[in-house]
C-alpha cells in the first residue's frame, strides 16, 4: 500500500470509528461474542469470521442490508 492509500485508510477510520464499533458490536452481539473478540476473530481467522457471520443473517430479510 502506498502512502496516500495508507493516509486515506488511516482518515476514513478515525472518521468512521464510532460508526465501526457500534456495527461491529451489534453483530458480535448476534455472535454472543463481545466485539473486541469478533474484531481479533477478523484479524486472526477470517474466514472463520465470514462463515460465523454469514450464519448470523441479515439485518433485513426483506431489504437490502444496509450493512453490506
Keep these: 500500500m502506498n502512502q496516500q492509500a495508507a ?14 464499533l457500534t456495527q461491529t458490536e451489534y453483530y458480535a452481539h ?4 463481545s466485539k473486541w473478540d469478533l474484531l481479533e476473530l477478523i484479524s486472526t481467522n477470517p474466514e472463520r469470521a465470514r462463515a460465523l457471520l454469514d450464519q448470523a443473517g441479515k439485518v433485513h430479510d426483506l431489504d437490502p442490508d444496509i450493512f453490506t
Design 7 to 20: 493516509a486515506v485508510v488511516a482518515m476514513y477510520l478515525r472518521q468512521s470509528h464510532d460508526r465501526l
Design 30 to 33: 448476534r455472535l454472543g461474542m
